[in-house]
């Protein structure tokens, strides 16, 4: 660990926390209908759509409604993705003459995609077609991101609303959050990554000589455009395989910044957009510093871990911390801080492999994700996610000084706790059981790569990852297997939907509710006891729930380290 390293995490952090106002600010415009500086080229446009499609943009909809149609919506896309990828051989734009994605490899491609999960169990460059990675993956990146957004944009309607039967319309946030929010910051960021080298072109494979005279293929494509979004919309599907640790997807230790400073950027600005949103902008800034707490930990051990390194080489004197499965050019603290706010953040990409991080470098990457990827999460559903602790955090405070627990001015009870409850253990129940499955079934144990807990941390992390709809891999795993492909994909249609149903049903219940004054026996939410309180919620229930799987994993993995055993 140096002064360098943590000057680039401080400098990150300072970043974020910069640009969470002002993109708040502008996104709250956006959702409220207000005018922005984007208006007189886009309202044309937007209300064109609108027209075409026959949507009534003053007539907002029942939260149930308005969750058919995103139903709807992502049932849509999945569908078109799936057929998309089947039929993929006979379309054009194939200068590589990829074939046909085989039935249950498209099933879970599809599925991954239209969830924000984006699990890759293939190689894009080896087996995508410049058409299938432009219609189809780039354009389920920014549904699906979208998607994430107008939900956590719904359900802050429900606590800012009063004696409301509706929380938005569906259709009018999908167009804005695309249009105004998505486009213009991925046009932008396209063209930055084209200036630091990645490749943006629709011109067929390169071959060239190497030094040994040998033909190499250099692939290459219309990649720019998709990493933007990929990064934005914390969706994380690589264009090549390799992902963020390509020099064609992240060239340069400048584009690895602002890659990571993309990732977090929607996701901390969606704090301020709800407390704009309740009239306290000081209640977003509580949730933000949540957040920041549990970034800052996991960004310290995984950091510490990495720069310690294994015991083994330090007793033969070899220093320098683990730089296995890392590129040069980012090193370990670029490589540790990208793990965490990937798996913070719920993209998924990754600049290194977290297969050959430590023990502990490891964990945390899977500990951010099994907490419900709340540490800003994916774009609107990190907030949402962190939404449904503070309910439980409200109540159990409520329990504790013997009132109606109320938070922003709405009376928390029995409706909404049940469904926070049930969007919190949905995840723990995909996560553990499929992996419990996994290790005991033969054909599924023979993908592992490892024996011992290292073999289990691959297991736990790949469903983790799915239904978290984060999308990283310990890459280790044989995951393009039927098992894995249907399970995996199943595992994801739950940690997506069946958390977005229930946050949406409180945001039904919020609204329709009157606001409660504040009193003097109101508990405050927006200083430090009520960020401990929503801390300590969270490391409690993820404590309760993941320890004995974590033990069996990297802790007991790192305390045979330490005896001079490995895997």
Sequence with gaps: MTIVGWIQIVAFCALVVALAKPLGGYMTRVFTGERTFLSPVLRPLETGLYALAGIDAKREQHWLTYGIAMLLFNAIGFLSLYVLLRLQAGLPLNPAGQSAVAPDLAFNTAVSFVTNTNWQNYGGETTMSYLSQMLGMTVQNFASAATGIVLAVALIRGFSRVSAATVGNFWVDLTRCTLYVLLPICIVLTLFLVWQGVPQTLGAYVDAATLEGATQTIAVGPAASQIAIKMLGTNGGGFFNANAAHPFENPTALSNFVQMLSIFAIGAALTNVFGRM??????????????????????????WAEAHGNDAFSALGLTGGNMEGKEVRFGIVASALFAVVTTAASCGAVNAMHDSFTALGGMIPLINMQLGEVIVGGVGAGLYGMLLFVVIAIFVAGLM?????????????????????????????????????????????????????????????AYTSQTANNGSAFAGLTGNTLWYNTTGAIAMLVGRFLMIVPALAIAGSLAAKKSVPPSSGTFPTTGALFVGLVVGVILIVGGLTFFPALALGPIVEHLAMRAGTAF
Excluded at 278 to 303: C, D, P, S
Excluded at 401 to 417: H, L, M, S
Excluded at 443 to 452: C, D, K, L, Q, V
């Design 278 to 303: 309740v009239g306290n902008q000081r209640q977003g800034w509580a949730i933000l510093a949540v957040m920041g707490v549990l970034f800052i930990a996991g960004v310290t051990v995984a950091y």
């Design 401 to 461: 000084v013997g009132r109606t627990p109320e938070y922003v001015g709405k009376k928390i009870e029995a409706k909404e706790v049940k469904m926070a409850m049930l969007a919190i253990l949905i995840l723990p129940l995909m996560y553990l059981g499929w992996t419990a499955a996994a290790v005991v079934i033969p054909s599924a144990a023979a993908s592992m790569a490892n024996p011992g807990p290292h073999g289990f941390s691959e297991v736990l992390y």
